[in-house]
């Protein structure tokens, strides 16, 4: 009988090396850590961002050296701005919009097969992406956001879906009608977050949960994962599509300018 010939799975060195630009990765003994970044800076968020994430988590979970996963950006925000240049050119078709926004979340929960703890270390754009981790902890400075609608556009790519799912219909609805900003210790008693940690101690934090998951047996941890993640697959499942078509529609429709980059200077206001 002869040895099967398996395809080869991605290698380490080789993925950390394809989105250098985009996300500085760190592993050792099975725990990957995933930084974004932009020009080694706070995240400038446009559609190549999107890209490399939602390729970043093929490889990720198709490699079975990682045993579990660390997601954080870079100082001090989680997502810095949005690249207006390219938002404004941005062709909204199939490919640049639809398929870019739903991959990035769904590949996120179906691609990703170890458990996944966010360290959301500043304010910023898309936390859906941490709030759709296992363990999410965050530093005292996070503020937790969506103005989309403040500027004219349907909250469709995420973070609508995730408030609804974790602080309830009204919490949500009243957050994203007025662009409510959600300070750390709101998230927290909101089941947001599950840890308010000081921004110089949350890395370290977040190694000490992974130290206590990774006591137990790859299998026991894996499929830990399958039931935690499971009511996001349904939600996903469910609803995201449709998120995304309503927000492709009423782009098309009102032709808001996607400038998130106003929202920005509130983050520092004294009324959050």
Same mark, same amino acid.
């Given at each position: ?106 590949? @996120?929960?179906? *691609? &990703?097969? $170890?458990?996944?703890?966010? =360290?959301?270390?500043?304010? !910023? ?5 941490? @709030?759709?981790? *296992? &363990?999410? $902890?965050?530093?005292?400075? =996070?503020?937790?956001?969506? !103005? ?8 469709? *790519? ?115």
């Amino acid at each position: 009988m002869s040895t099967p010939k398996f395809v080869a799975r991605p290698q380490f060195e080789d993925y950390k090396e394809k989105y250098k630009d985009y996300i500085a990765m760190e592993r050792k003994d099975g725990i990957i850590m995933l930084r974004m970044h932009t020009l080694g800076g706070p995240v400038i968020w446009g559609i190549e961002m999107h890209n490399a994430l939602s390729q970043a988590w093929h490889d990720v979970g198709n490699d079975p050296e990682n045993d579990l996963m660390i997601l954080t950006s870079t100082d001090p925000y989680w997502i810095g701005c949005m690249d207006e240049e390219e938002e404004k050119n941005l062709p909204f078709d199939y490919d640049n919009f639809y398929c870019e926004v739903t991959k990035l979340l769904e590949n @996120l929960i179906f *691609d &990703i097969d $170890i458990p996944t703890i966010a =360290a959301v270390n500043g304010p !910023g754009f898309h936390t859906e992406i941490a @709030l759709l981790c *296992d &363990i999410t $902890i965050c530093c005292d400075e =996070a503020i937790f956001q969506d !103005g989309h609608f403040l500027i004219g556009f349907v909250p469709g *790519d995420g973070q609508l879906l995730t408030l609804q799912e974790i602080i309830g219909t009204k919490r949500a609805n009243y957050a994203l009608y007025t662009g409510q900003k959600i300070d750390a210790y709101t998230a927290l008693e909101w089941g947001m977050v599950n840890e308010v940690v000081p921004r110089e101690k949350l890395l370290d934090r977040a190694y000490e949960l992974a130290a206590i998951i990774m006591k137990q047996p790859r299998a026991t941890r894996c499929m830990m994962h399958q039931l935690l993640k499971r009511p996001w697959k349904q939600r996903l499942i469910n609803d995201f599509q449709v998120h995304v078509a309503h927000e492709g529609f009423g782009i098309h429709v009102s032709r808001s300018p996607h400038n998130l980059n106003s929202i920005k200077k509130t983050w520092s206001d004294d009324d959050s």
